[in-house]
């Protein structure tokens, strides 16, 4: 019987090759589109939680006033681990980690020129007892004392392949910024789901005097705190006794409110209110959303087998009446239809394995990962492959089984079977209508994403930001007196007389950038209380021009190396309640140490990305804190400027390795992860919509098989094949509009939650939905107009035929 029920499967998926390949079709790319976010889910849910003691590990983090409610930022002051380690028992371990992202990288040679590198990976310096805390196995060396010392480094099995050419480096040296570094160490690479992402580790103790030198009121994002509590202790009980620790080290001068809170280790990854080492945080809201788009996907899929299915079941009424006749029972029927499911879906997995990783090896490019199938370890993948198989097949073949199993065998055999004895056409009306629901939601989402991508593009930031390069300063200069005895001057002023230059300036940072530094200010006169947050603009005489930042009150600062006066931005002084710009100028702010003049006022421009509002600023000139020099270029002459410029710079910086980035470029990192979102939702609502047409197809085959009959009536009565397509496709329009009315609001919702992160936003208006559904109405009547024109134009003579 089981061969017997095998020939009968492999013959009707043969018979019926159009459905085949449509059912195979869409489970295919439903489960390939549902794997590859089931593996996305799964990297970014893993993130540190392969740690042994990841549930007694926590982070200290800073919380303080700011101008806008309150600030969060993941640094600690320096001092703060001493502290912590003494008034905290509770603490087994406390560890600090000071990071650089981006160093450069020297290793010595005896008799050559030394090897130099560009990390963009950067550094850490480090505690030893980081390696109590955090498993990194140390693959040769000790890891509790290989960072003891000064000027101890330990590094990660790739880089000592990559700087020496083998795996035994213990006693060789690297040279990072002006100091070497002796390898006590060797440590395995980091793992990819890790936010502590260091492969070069170096001791500390070399940098923790100058590190402490600024005291409690320094506070820098890179420089982070982990504490490694004792077993039975609770991170409440600390918590509870923060406030008291503030009280002691800051006393009546926390004007800020300055306070500290234990962050979990398994919040780090999905918290975005703070930075973590990879600079990226994955909300726990966005794996939620891509699990949902991951289980529509498959639903969708197996919608439009059951349509498909259950469209094509009265061809099949004859073969069940015969066998029902001839002593088939109903539960045999099921089991026959089932297996011809399961079939189909045992393929569509197998092709969607496949074509799985074939996409992975763009994806994991395009996302920066290193997903992949592991079917030889992964226990997650061969769960979610099996069960995916199993469910697709039940609910895609449990109830096309019992319908098709529930014809009457006397009907069946009369061929009587039509839309009146069929159950469940409001039911695949129904499910039609569920995944519109889906895929206008995702269009509306699509719609929102790429226009808040497209307002970001377009959104004026106050600034010139076209034809203008960013090239590094790698070495920090104290000012001299001599104004030609500095290196980056003298490079400023080289390169600004290049044909193709048409300005140089040299800053900290352009205006807008991810590296931000923030201050308290006071106006003369003002108590400390009266404090006031801004952030802080290094920049020399040329930068207002160069970046073209409108001037509306007094002058633009000196070229000077130290600062004689301050420049500020309008927000300034909208904080301090100054209506006029002029009334500001010449008032003194204290900052720095520095009691200065306000000598001009600046147009607000966006020193950080469109998430956050625009701060007070506070431009000055500080020749130590230059690290940029910005150049505006004539576009026709790039190549040759870019060749000038590179000559030059390694003539004055021949240890370092040259590099340069557009200034559009940089700002447009802002938003990378929006931009992948985009693109990668763009292609799943492609799928989803493509699957949904479908399930249209589905039921337009459903309707023209119903009806052949009644087309036929219709023609010889006079109808025309338009007034007939248009009867098709009416029904279809109304589960269109159905879909949308539940569809809208739900996104509309949704959308404005997620645009609620940025300060600077897209408004949702009536035209992206006229959009989602004119884009949705177009596609479907296309599809369906296919299968209503084909029906319409069957000859009137064979309708009337059909059986």
Same mark, same amino acid.
């Given at each position: 019987?089981l ?16 459905t085949?390949l ?5 489970l ?8 590859i976010?089931f593996l996305l889910?799964?990297h970014?849910?893993?993130f ?12 200290v983090?800073s919380n303080?006033?700011g ?5 969060y930022?993941?640094g600690?002051p320096?001092v703060?681990?001493?502290a912590?380690r ?9 560890t600090?980690t000071?990071?650089?992202s981006?160093?450069m990288?020297?290793?010595p ?23 109590k ?21 330990i590094?990660?099995?790739?880089l000592a392949k ?13 040279k990072?910024?002006?100091m ?8 395995e ?6 936010d ?14 100058a ?11 890179d ?8 077993e039975?202790?609770?991170?409440s009980?600390?918590?509870s006794?923060?406030?008291a ?9 926390n ?7 234990l962050?979990?280790?398994?919040d780090?990854?999905?918290n ?6 990879t600079?990226?945080?994955s909300?726990?809201?966005t794996?939620?959303a891509l699990?949902?788009?991951a289980?529509f ?5 197996? =919608?439009?087998? @059951?349509?498909l299915?259950?469209?094509e079941?009265i061809k099949?009424? /004859?073969?069940? &009446?015969? !066998? #029902? ?6 539960a045999?029927?099921i ?19 496949g074509?799985?990783q ?11 990962l290193q997903?992949?199938?592991?079917f ?10 099996i ?7 039940l609910l895609?073949g ?5 319908v098709?199993s ?6 069946a055999?009369k ?9 469940g056409?409001?039911?695949?009306r129904g499910?039609?209508?569920f995944?519109?629901?889906?895929s206008?939601?995702?269009? =509306?989402g699509? @719609?929102v994403l790429?226009?808040?991508?497209n307002?970001?593009?377009? /959104?004026e930031? &106050?600034f !010139? #930001?076209d034809a203008?390069v ?14 030609g ?12 007389v290049?044909?193709g230059?048409e300005?140089a300036?040299?800053?900290?940072t ?16 003002e ?11 290094l920049?020399?005489?040329?930068y207002?021009?160069l970046y073209?930042?409108?001037?509306i009150?007094g ?6 190396d130290t600062a004689?006066g ?7 002084l909208?904080?301090?309640q ?7 100028i010449?008032?003194?702010i204290?900052?720095?140490g ?13 020193t950080?990305?469109l998430?956050?509002?625009i701060?007070p600023?506070?431009m ?5 804190e ?14 040759n400027v870019?060749?000038?410029v ?8 021949p240890e370092?390795?040259?590099d ?24 799943f609502?492609?799928?989803a ?11 337009a085959?459903?309707m ?10 219709r ?8 007034s ?9 329009v109304?589960?269109i509009?159905?879909g949308f ?6 996104a ?19 035209e ?6 004119g884009?949705?109405?177009s596609?479907?009547v296309?599809?369906?107009g ?16 059909y059986?």
């Amino acid at each position: 019987m089981l061969r017997n029920y095998l020939k009968t499967a492999f013959r009707n998926l043969a018979r019926q090759k159009g459905t085949t390949l449509i059912n195979v079709s869409g489970l295919t790319l439903g489960i390939t589109c549902s794997l590859i976010l089931f593996l996305l889910v799964k990297h970014l849910s893993s993130f540190d939680n392969y740690h042994t003691n990841k549930d007694r590990i926590y982070r200290v983090v800073s919380n303080s006033d700011g101008n806008n409610g309150k600030s969060y930022t993941p640094g600690v002051p320096s001092v703060l681990p001493d502290a912590f380690r003494n008034d905290f028992p509770e603490a087994e371990e406390v560890t600090f980690t000071s990071y650089r992202s981006g160093a450069m990288i020297t290793i010595p040679q005896r008799n050559d020129v030394p090897k130099k590198y560009n990390e963009e990976a950067g550094v850490v310096f480090a505690q030893p007892n980081f390696f109590k805390i955090f498993d990194r196995k140390m693959l040769i060396g000790n890891a509790t004392k290989g960072l003891d010392d000064p000027n101890e480094a330990i590094i990660s099995l790739s880089l000592a392949k990559k700087y020496f050419g083998r795996e035994d480096v213990i006693g060789e040296i690297v040279k990072y910024d002006t100091m070497e570094y002796k390898i006590t160490g060797i440590m395995e690479d980091h793992p990819n789901n890790t936010d502590l992402p260091f492969s070069l580790m170096l001791s500390y103790i070399t940098i923790k005097k100058a590190s402490e030198a600024n005291g409690w009121g320094s506070i820098w994002s890179d420089e982070h705190c982990y504490i490694l509590l004792k077993e039975g202790e609770h991170a409440s009980a600390i918590q509870s006794r923060i406030p008291a620790f503030v009280q002691k080290y800051y006393g009546d001068d926390n004007f800020s409110h300055q306070t500290f809170e234990l962050q979990p280790l398994q919040d780090l990854h999905f918290n975005n209110q703070y930075e973590t080492y990879t600079y990226s945080t994955s909300p726990k809201e966005t794996l939620v959303a891509l699990s949902i788009i991951a289980a529509f996907l498959i639903v969708t899929a197996c =919608i439009n087998f @059951i349509n498909l299915t259950t469209a094509e079941a009265i061809k099949r009424s /004859k073969e069940v &009446g015969i !066998r #029902k006749s001839l002593g088939s029972t109903r539960a045999q029927l099921i089991a026959q239809f089932l297996g011809e499911t399961t079939a189909i879906t045992v393929v569509a997995m197998l092709l969607a394995l496949g074509l799985t990783q074939i996409t992975l090896s763009f994806l994991n490019t395009f996302l920066e990962l290193q997903l992949a199938l592991n079917f030889s370890s992964d226990g997650l993948l061969w769960a979610f492959i099996i069960g995916v198989t199993s469910v697709v097949a039940l609910l895609s073949g449990l109830y096309p089984a019992f319908v098709i199993s529930g014809y009457r065998p006397a009907l069946a055999l009369k061929n009587q079977i039509g839309n009146k004895n069929s159950s469940g056409y409001s039911l695949r009306r129904g499910l039609v209508v569920f995944q519109f629901v889906i895929s206008q939601f995702l269009i =509306i989402g699509t @719609i929102v994403l790429v226009s808040q991508m497209n307002y970001f593009k377009k /959104k004026e930031l &106050g600034f !010139r #930001k076209d034809a203008v390069v960013l090239v590094p300063i790698p070495v920090v200069e104290k000012p001299t007196f001599k104004k030609g005895a500095s290196k980056m001057r003298t490079l400023r002023e080289e390169v600004s007389v290049l044909p193709g230059v048409e300005l140089a300036s040299l800053s900290s940072t352009p205006p807008s950038s991810g590296s931000v530094s923030g201050t308290r200010f006071t106006f003369e006169g003002e108590e400390q209380k009266d404090r006031k947050r801004a952030q802080v603009k290094l920049i020399d005489g040329n930068y207002i021009n160069l970046y073209d930042l409108k001037l509306i009150a007094g002058s633009g600062l000196e070229d000077l190396d130290t600062a004689r006066g301050f420049l500020v931005n309008e927000q300034l002084l909208k904080t301090s309640q100054i209506e006029n710009p002029q009334d500001i100028i010449g008032r003194k702010i204290r900052m720095w140490g520095k009691t200065l003049p306000v000598v001009g006022v600046v147009k607000n421009f966006h020193t950080v990305s469109l998430r956050s509002p625009i701060e007070p600023t506070i431009m000055l000139n500080d020749l130590e804190e230059y690290e940029t020099l910005s150049l505006k270029v004539n576009p026709a002459q790039f190549q040759n400027v870019i060749n000038e410029v590179k000559t030059k710079w390694e003539a004055a910086y021949p240890e370092h390795i040259f590099d340069y980035q557009f200034l559009d470029e940089h700002i447009r990192e802002f938003y990378e992860g929006e931009e992948r979102m985009s693109i990668m939702l763009t292609v799943f609502t492609s799928i989803a919509i493509f699957i949904g047409c479908l399930g249209l197809f589905g039921l337009a085959t459903f309707m023209a098989n119903q009806k052949t009959k009644e087309i036929g009536i219709r023609k010889v009565m006079g109808a025309s094949v338009e007034s007939i397509v248009v009867l098709f496709s009416k029904e279809f329009v109304k589960l269109i509009v159905l879909g949308f009315v539940i569809a809208a609001p739900l996104a509309w919702y949704i959308m404005n939650q997620y645009l609620n992160d940025f300060e600077y936003k897209i408004t949702i208006g009536v035209e992206i939905f006229g959009i989602a559904l004119g884009i949705t109405l177009s596609i479907a009547v296309l599809t369906v107009g296919y299968k209503s024109l084909k029906a319409a134009i069957l000859n009137p003579v064979k309708a009337l035929r059909y059986e």
